[in-house]
């Protein structure tokens, strides 16, 4: 199974960079996704790695260390509207995708 | 439709009556989801369908919780005996196997 970790909380002001880590344990990786959740709302897809290295779209970039079983997601030039969960998914194998429990990211003006 | 499709959007029901939840995915979408989320929490897995077969249902809580795939499109989550516990919104997303998935706005379920 997966074992999936990432902060409950952080906050950060309006047009500065945030950190979100995520650490998991899996018994075969097939590729980590990130997503963003408004509040009320349903999970839409932010970014996808499955090769080490950065990924960079826009003001999102995720990076991926697969030998220490480590993700993270970076959110630059922060906008009041950032304000959202975020989850962090480890595909396994047979295409199986587990979510950990999220960050919530509280954007302040 | 453009995206995933789940009725109904709420349903309240009382502690012991059955409760059908429907799932129409993305047309073309082999793969379908069914996942479980409480406030404050992250999508909790339930059940995986590649085609018409279930590829994993390790995650249904117990024997109430069963989900069907007739036809390798449409999916229903049909819960038995419903408890105060099985309240959650229950998520559908499809995705082609190997791309990102695509969730539905979900059905909030309240078990009174």
């Known amino acids: 199974g997966q074992n999936i970790d990432q902060p409950t909380e952080m906050t950060a002001t309006e047009g500065a960079i945030v950190q979100i880590n995520c650490t998991y344990q899996?018994?075969?990786?097939?590729?980590l996704f990130w997503y963003q959740q408004h509040a009320g709302e349903a999970p839409t897809f932010l970014s996808y790695n499955v090769l080490d290295g950065l990924e960079e779209k826009g003001r999102f970039s995720s990076f991926l260390s697969r030998s220490k079983g480590y993700s993270y997601l970076l959110l630059k030039e922060l906008q009041m509207k950032d304000s959202a969960s975020y989850l962090c998914?480890?595909?396994?194998?047979?295409?199986?995708?587990?979510f950990g429990a999220g960050t919530t990211v509280t954007v302040r003006a | 439709g453009a995206g995933v499709s789940q009725t109904p959007s709420n349903k309240v029901t009382e502690k012991g009556k059955y409760v059908e939840l429907r799932c129409d995915p993305i047309s073309g979408h082999t793969a379908l989801y069914w996942y479980r989320q409480s406030l404050g929490q992250g999508p909790e897995f339930l059940i995986y369908?590649?085609?018409?077969?279930?590829?994993?249902d390790s995650g249904l809580p117990n024997d109430r919780f069963f989900a069907v795939r007739p036809e390798g499109s449409v999916s229903t989550l049909k819960i038995q005996r419903t408890e105060r516990g099985d309240s959650a919104v229950y998520l559908c997303?499809?995705?082609?196997?190997?791309?990102?998935?695509?969730f539905g706005e979900g059905s909030r379920l309240t078990v009174l």
């Open positions: 997303a499809s995705s082609l196997l190997t791309g990102e998935l695509f």
């Open positions: 369908f590649q085609g018409t077969g279930a590829a994993d």
């Open positions: 899996t018994s075969g990786f097939n590729g």
């Open positions: 998914a480890v595909r396994s194998d047979d295409y199986k995708l587990s």
